[in-house]
Structures are given as structure tokens and as C-alpha cells.
């Protein structure tokens, strides 16, 4: 089974709001862990990654923390934007594959 | 554009016919992967190729799933007699080998099987 669990969207903000989307993993050891954007109509894209406990990951204002003692990876960004608008996953990658969690769309309204 | 491309982006099919999907990974990658998503779903592995050979394959790749990477390039996902099920997004990702290396994901492509 899919051993990564993230927070069930849809997920609707009003610009400038603060998100975060919940994501915990199940994965012994010492997994990556990612979350990937889907935009409409593209494919996915990485939007951060962390490689080992206590990293945080960060980009276009969105940051994750590793958190190894609660199994977590939440993703939090302080004011959304409209362009934010997109399905977010969750991954991790222990050894070879990559385990996704089911997706948050989030829209954004101005 | 140097990224992962996947042809055709959409293909439509009557149920019972033979699909095959091409995938081209980044140059210098030697791992490539076929996912299939559906709607409201995240992506499910299917199989992945480490240089040409296959080193894993999911319980969801049924007998009718094949997949090939005969030059450690480009890659094919062949689906035989389709059946509406198998109505999803197939992705291809690569990457480089090594722990925690990030996965570059091709745009899809779509099947609707009638």
C-alpha cells in the first residue's frame, strides 16, 4: 500500500493566506522526501526536496522540514498566491521507487 | 528542450486493441520509470529500468504490460487487448542513479479506452 498520507483537499485559500498541507510517510530508514506541483494542464514538477532528518526544503516561498521523530514533511507557505493554484503531492524514495501520496489540490482566490 | 518527452500525449482506443507509449528520458540518465495516475490519485509505480535492464516490476503490471528500454535510452510501455480500466495517465520519470536523487517526470500521456 501507498505508505505516504497527506492531507485530503480540496484545500481553498484567499490570496495572501497562509497554507499547509499535512503530508506523514511510513518508510524506514532514512527516505527522501518530496513534494512535486502539478499545475493544470502540465506534468509534475519538483518543488522541494529533503534528503535526511531536520533538512528543510525550500523554494518559491514554500518550505518543508524532515521531521524523522514525527515521520512528517508538511509543506507550509506564509501568503499564497492565485499562481499557487495546483494539485500538490507528497513523495518519498526509500531505495528504488518512489511512493506518492493521493495529491491536495489547492485553488486560490484573489 | 532537453526534458523527459513521452509520445503520443493522448491516445484513444477501442477496448481489445494494442497501445504502445514511448518514453525519452534526460541524456544522462540512467534510470528511467513508467507510472500510471488516475484521476484523483497520485502516481503508481509501475516498473523502472536501471541502464537496459528492468529491475522491478509492480503487482500492477499485469501479463498485458510490457515494458522495454533495449538501448538504455528511450523507452516503450506496451499495453495488449486493452480493457477500460486501463483508462489513466502514464508518466515516465528519470533520473540519475544514487540515493535521493530527484525524479524529472515527462509530460504523460493519456489513454481512454472505449
Known amino acids: 500500500g501507498n505508505s505516504v498520507t497527506q492531507m485530503e483537499g480540496p484545500v481553498t485559500l484567499s490570496e495572501e493566506a497562509f497554507l499547509t498541507i499535512n503530508c506523514t510517510y511510513t518508510?524506514?530508514?532514512?527516505?527522501?522526501l518530496f513534494w512535486y506541483v502539478q499545475y493544470p494542464g502540465e506534468g509534475l514538477q519538483l518543488l522541494l526536496k529533503a534528503t535526511k532528518a531536520d533538512d528543510k526544503g525550500s523554494n518559491k516561498g514554500f518550505e518543508a522540514t524532515y521531521r524523522k521523530e514525527t515521520t512528517s514533511f508538511h509543506l507550509e507557505k506564509g501568503s499564497v498566491q492565485v499562481s499557487d493554484s495546483a494539485v500538490y503531492f507528497c513523495a518519498d524514495n526509500n531505495n528504488n521507487d518512489m511512493r506518492f501520496g493521493a495529491g491536495t489540490r489547492l485553488t486560490v482566490k484573489p | 528542450d532537453t526534458g523527459v518527452s513521452q509520445d503520443p500525449r493522448h491516445k484513444i482506443t477501442k477496448r481489445g486493441q494494442n497501445v504502445t507509449f514511448r518514453c525519452d528520458p534526460i541524456?544522462?540518465?540512467?534510470?528511467l520509470y513508467w507510472y500510471r495516475q488516475t484521476l484523483g490519485q497520485g502516481p503508481e509505480f509501475l516498473t523502472y529500468?536501471?541502464?537496459?535492464?528492468?529491475?522491478?516490476k509492480s503487482r500492477l503490471l499485469s501479463d498485458r504490460f510490457s515494458a522495454e528500454r533495449p538501448k538504455g535510452s528511450f523507452s516503450t510501455l506496451e499495453i495488449q487487448r486493452t480493457e477500460q480500466g486501463d483508462s489513466a495517465m502514464y508518466l515516465c520519470?528519470?533520473?540519475?542513479?544514487?540515493?535521493?536523487?530527484?525524479?524529472?517526470f515527462g509530460p504523460g500521456t493519456r489513454l481512454l479506452v472505449l
Open positions: 541524456s544522462e540518465h540512467n534510470r
Open positions: 520519470a528519470s533520473r540519475p542513479s544514487g540515493q535521493g536523487e530527484t525524479q524529472y
Open positions: 529500468f536501471q541502464n537496459e535492464a528492468q529491475l522491478e
Open positions: 518508510a524506514t530508514g532514512y527516505p527522501s
